[in-house]
């Protein structure tokens, strides 16, 4: 399946894999993997005749549809805190580390030219910054021609994990922001229009002259999206790239997070891209339709073993081996069906 975004944008609305496959797993979440699980799903399909359909409606709609059990898995990029997750009788697993950065689309500013730090994001998106000529931003980029232009400011206006990652990234770097916006998949916004899905941001950005928005950077390469470079923790400023993921999720303790749920924001490291998460998929661990539980279990355990190179073909870094070995050690003493019985 070709992924479209414009398409999208135009009016689609969900994201589904219905039309191509037969709906043998369900699934609903989060926009920022959905490039991944497409390709996973069309090569899934080839190699074992079983389908996926997955709805890419954000990650608040994917938490609501597992709760709601109208879906084999939900997707997150949001981890759920422990409590949540005993609560609700929900496990929880990474499939895959993706990053995000500021797209931008400002006349004769080409991808990797300009550069911002973290307090001045956070500033734009404030609505402190309001022009691209803004002194703070000369002063990052004292070779590039500016124009005094107003800053359109891009927001998911959906409930998303692709919003928390950027507010919580934002929190970490600016007292300001953790103070009077937070970190959450929907916040109150200073300024700027709201975007649905990763791929409304990314048609907004480009449809928009003189705008900024955060998107998953597989979103920005496959839509040839300029974008900036954000100093790290260590002052530089890495390419986006899976090198510089990869640096970010080195020294993550997967093992002793509730759930995994391991928040790589800000990470240390002169390589490590600071903008850096997991995304993660909730199961019932008590699973009354155990036939598509196993089957998203299949699913997943195929991708863990299969989907690596497809995942590093779209810029996403695959989870190392011991945590693979983690969370299948997870799927086969915590999901079950309602008798008890292991459905991996």
């Known amino acids: 399946m070709k992924f479209r975004t414009l398409a999208a944008a135009a009016g689609i609305g969900l994201v589904s894999m219905t039309a191509a496959f037969a709906a043998d797993i369900t699934g609903a979440g989060a926009t920022f ?33 597992i709760k709601a059990n109208t879906v084999d898995f939900g ?43 973290g307090p001045v994001l956070a500033d734009i998106y404030l609505g402190k910054i309001k022009k691209w000529d803004d002194p703070k931003i000369k002063e990052l980029n004292p070779d590039l021609k500016l124009p005094s232009a107003g800053i359109n400011v891009v927001y998911r206006s959906d409930g998303s994990g692709t919003t928390f990652v950027w507010t919580d990234y934002l ?53 040839k999206l300029s974008y900036a470079l954000v100093q790290n923790k ?8 899976i090198e510089s993921f990869q640096a970010a999720a080195a020294n993550a303790n997967w093992k002793d997070a509730p759930g995994f749920g391991i928040i790589l924001n800000n990470q240390p490291g002169e390589k490590a891209w600071p903008i850096t998460s997991a995304t993660f998929i909730l199961m019932h661990k008590k699973s009354d339709k155990p036939e598509g539980s196993a089957a998203a279990l299949k699913f997943f355990d195929w991708a863990y073993s299969n989907g690596d190179k497809l995942a590093i073909d779209l810029e996403y870094v695959p989870l190392p081996a011991n945590v693979k070995d983690q969370v299948r050690a997870v799927w086969k003493s915590d999901i079950k069906d309602t008798s008890g019985k292991s459905l991996f």
Not at 234 to 241: F, I, N, Q, S, T
């Open 33 to 65: 993997p959905f490039p991944l699980y497409s390709k996973w799903a069309e090569a899934y399909k080839a190699a074992t005749g079983n389908g996926l359909n997955y709805q890419s409606i954000g990650s608040g709609g994917g938490i609501r549809q």
């Open 75 to 117: 997707a997150s990029d949001m981890p759920l805190k422990g409590a949540d997750l005993e609560k609700d009788g929900l496990a929880q697993f990474p499939s895959a580390i993706g990053a995000e950065v500021p797209a931008i689309s400002i006349p004769g500013v080409e991808a990797r030219q300009m550069k911002l730090t």
């Open 171 to 223: 929190s970490r770097v600016s007292e300001e922001w953790k103070s009077t916006v937070g970190a959450n998949t929907s916040v109150s916004w200073p300024v700027g229009v709201g975007g649905k899905g990763n791929e409304g941001v990314t048609a907004t950005v480009k449809q928009v002259p003189n705008s900024i928005g955060y998107v998953e950077y597989a979103y920005a390469k496959q839509n």
């Open 234 to 241: 260590d002052g530089k400023y890495p390419v986006p790239e």
